[in-house]
């Protein structure tokens, strides 16, 4: 059957301390997309203010630029449907087999704590309907609370980019918090990679989230075999 995917991405495009650069993680959008749009599935491309999406230029250089992300971001139809995302407030009320959520570092930024993107994410979980996050895409997990006010990753088994990986990123003294101490203390259990900065994909029912950018194929993989399943 036919799916349909809400894949979320943010409008955030600096750090905080406007030194640097940051947006979105190409790769965390670009294989699930390139992966439903193989299967003719329908997809939908939003963000909390819809319209523009930066790109984090980290994500675009040629050591981690994959062949996938490589042929997307050099397709003019692609570019102008992510930098036409639609706004949470157009999509929240539809019916989706899954919401995903992409990361990069600006998502610490404009997804914890946006109330929309929390309701859309409690009524998908709560009607058991799948929820994927990856990398700094699971921060807008962690304010999420189910129908009796616990937050909904309480006893969960999950991953997300975590901070000896923030230290390796260089990144420590500019995110706005630390994404791994977060998780933990809204009670998760997170399973971290053997190797920092490699492959790990965690499901949990139909909770699926993925650790870093290297993640990302192996990420598409597991949300789509699962909802073929369904």
């Avoid at 994410?121 to 929820?131: E, H, L, N, P, T």
């Avoid at 490699?198 to 075999?225: C, W, Y």
Wanted: charged share 25%; aromatic share 8%.
């Amino acid at each position: 059957m036919k799916k349909k995917l809400l894949l979320i991405v943010t409008n955030i495009d600096r750090y905080a301390s406007g030194r640097l650069k940051t947006g979105l993680w190409l790769s965390e959008l670009t294989h699930i997309y390139h992966s439903a749009k193989e299967r003719g599935w329908e997809l939908t491309i939003a963000s909390p203010k819809g319209g523009q999406v930066p790109i984090d230029p980290e994500s675009l250089k040629p050591l981690v630029l994959d062949k996938i992300s490589k042929h997307y971001y050099e397709d003019p139809a692609f570019m102008n449907e992510l930098n036409g995302s639609a706004s949470l407030e157009v999509v929240k009320g539809e019916t989706f087999d899954c919401v995903y959520l992409a990361g990069g570092h600006a998502t610490m930024y404009d997804f914890p704590d946006d109330a929309l993107l929390q309701s859309i994410i409690s009524d998908q979980y709560g009607r058991g309907k799948m929820v994927a996050a990856i990398c700094h895409g699971v921060g807008g997990l962690l304010n999420v609370k189910d129908t009796d006010g616990a937050y909904l990753i309480k006893g969960k088994r999950m991953t997300g980019f975590d901070w000896f990986e923030e230290t390796l990123a260089r990144r420590k003294s500019e995110v706005p918090f630390n994404l791994e101490a977060a998780i933990k203390e809204r009670g998760a259990y997170l399973k971290k990679a053997c190797i920092p900065m490699t492959s790990n994909v965690v499901v949990d029912g139909h909770l699926i989230t993925g650790q870093n950018p290297f993640s990302s194929k192996e990420m598409a993989k597991v949300v789509v075999r699962a909802l073929e399943k369904l």
